[in-house]
């Protein structure tokens, strides 16, 4: 008998252990070096962690600050999540730091696979295999897999309250139980805003507007639950700010304002009509490429019949149907970032992954065109692998020679079933991307270690420096460009126990943080010199 079908054999006799191994080695890969790396200088992650710090150094909750002045642009509730792993483990590490977004990680995986479970209705595979599928191909997406899960997003654990809340629409509906349905939406709107602003009430908007125009059942906007709805979504969102102003002094345009230019900034309202009109265009592939490889199969919608087909599963034609209403927020606005769309992966892919199942067969050309290019992408990282041998990055981390065969052999294996299963190489193309993401920690990751522990201890040597006197960023050392100097921050910060707050004024004794331009026209004693991020000169000075 062929090892092929030999395997083939044990996948149908023993499933619940091939859905362990292959969760199993998710965890492993996810998990396994999320601390090996200090903070991300190329994303948010050291401002979400500076502004969670400075909430319990200075033991305000309610007001999030940066360096000590008030920032705007991000609602608290990341910053709450995050100080309550930093008391549940005691660490400012960044494995503290990222290990929120694992736990949204999870439990996105785990609310896909339920709500999929329970309402596909799929005959081709067994409904709990088919949301397995499903909820492995919303974590195992490129974009997902190979970086957002890398390091500490806002957008993870906003991901799953957005689908979460998309989710009980359709399930309230279906019992035709409406008060639960708005009431409970609402509060995951709230949360949602407590997360990252607007785009949670655009969400909640588009999602009931669309599906009740779609059924028919536009008058349930208008019933007494609704209301009731959005009246406990301005009590939860108002009963923050409510404290937020007692407590700070501003007026409210000052906050509404930053929360609307946020979304703002990336529309029309400010790239223009020429940008927008090719923005319109470029997205579709830009969203492919970003979450290869399973948009992919957004060619097995382009047949015959495919709205009868989605209208006529419940389920299909809700996550059709939601998808494209709220799609259009980010497809019209030129300034986005792929992690905004991951709340939708799971409305999208559980279509595609409808069609691959239950309206496709492994001879049909879009199908198999597909599948043809995952393995000429599999077989291309796999034989790309070894340039982890010569790459100058890459051939000086420790056991380069045994992790790069170890990985070879993996994806060699993995690329192989993805051949041989003709039947069912989406599941197969899981796998592949699971060894990807494990041939990223062993080999890619530890090149980028150096120029994060650079910042991190220059920071740190700054810190231990200047304890035992009042500590400073002068003028706009620290806090230009926008967001740059956060990394330095949090790990000074992080080793003081203090905030390292702005100012212009000079105070005597204390330690300033300046660069050259920030120290012309002063007279001041060198007490050190620092690196800054982006390899940014400064000097740790007294002045006289």
Known sequence: MKLSAVMQQVFVRYPVGWAILTVGMLLVALVSHLGYLPLDTSSDEPRRALVALEMILSGDYITPTLNGELYFNKPPLYNWILVVFYRLFESYSSFTVRFPVIVSLALLGLTVFGFVRHYANVAAVKSGWFAFVVALMVLTNGRVLIYDSLWSSIDIPFALLTYLSMMLVYHFDRQQRYWPLFLSTYVLTALGFLTKGLPSVVFQGLTLISWFAYTRQFNRLLQAAHWAGIGLFLVIVGSYYMAYFTRNQIPLGSVASVLFDESAKRTVVTFGIGQTLLHLITFPFEMIYHFVPYLLLLVLLFRRGIVAIIRANSFIA????????????????????????????????????????????????????????????????????????????????????????????????????????????????????????????????????ASRQFYKNESERIARESMGYPLYGFRQTISQPVGATDVNSFHIEAVRGEILRLTDQVHPGAYYIADSASLAGEHYQIIDTMRLFDRHSAKLVLFK
């Open 318 to 449: 809700f996550n059709a149907v939601v998808f494209l209403a709220n799609c259009w927020v980010y497809w019209s606005s030129p300034q986005v970032y792929a992690r905004y769309l991951i709340g939708l992966l799971p409305l999208v892919f559980t279509v595609l992954a409808y069609m691959y199942y239950e309206y496709s067969q492994p001879t049909d050309k879009p199908r198999l065109w597909v599948e043809r290019i995952w393995i000429t992408l599999s077989i291309i990282v796999t034989i790309g692998s070894w340039v982890a041998l010569l790459h100058p990055k890459t051939r000086i981390v420790d056991g380069i020679g045994w992790k790069t065969t170890v990985v070879f052999c993996l994806l060699a294996l993995s690329t192989w079933a993805l051949w041989q299963d003709t039947g069912n190489r989406l599941m197969r193309m899981l796998l592949v991307m699971i060894v990807v993401r494990i041939g990223i920690n062993w080999i890619a990751l530890p090149g980028r270690l």
